[in-house]
């Protein structure tokens, strides 16, 4: 009986059946991949239950001013763990003459 429980539970949950364990994974993961500084300044992570997946996003943050927003993302598969997408962002390059220009258009907004 306990068997077949643990079959049934897995079956109809998943391997990973809750945001935790998908939130402890990423977590795992990303610090395993990883700078730690970048896996710390994505904190706080949030999970999304995306049906078939969990979906775990850092926050966005900004360490280089020249370049763009970095963000970490995880995408757990719920049936059997596989990681489908691990990944910190890079930003974009934006170059010194781009970045004066749109402070040039910020002050001249009304």
Known sequence: MKTSMFIRHHLLGGAVN???????MA??????????EDVRQSEPLTVTDNGTEWLI??????????????QALV??????GRIIDLEISMG???????LKAIEAAKQKKP
Do not use: F
Request: charged share 30%; proline share 7%; hydrophobic share 35%.
């Open 92 to 98: 974009m390059i934006v170059q010194p003459e781009a």
């Open 75 to 80: 995408r757990i598969a719920k049936r059997d």
């Open 18 to 24: 809750t945001g935790d364990l998908a939130l402890a």
């Open 27 to 36: 977590r795992l993961l990303l610090s395993h991949h990883y700078q730690s």
């Open 57 to 70: 996003e850092g926050a966005p943050y900004r360490p280089y001013k020249d370049l763009g927003d970095r």
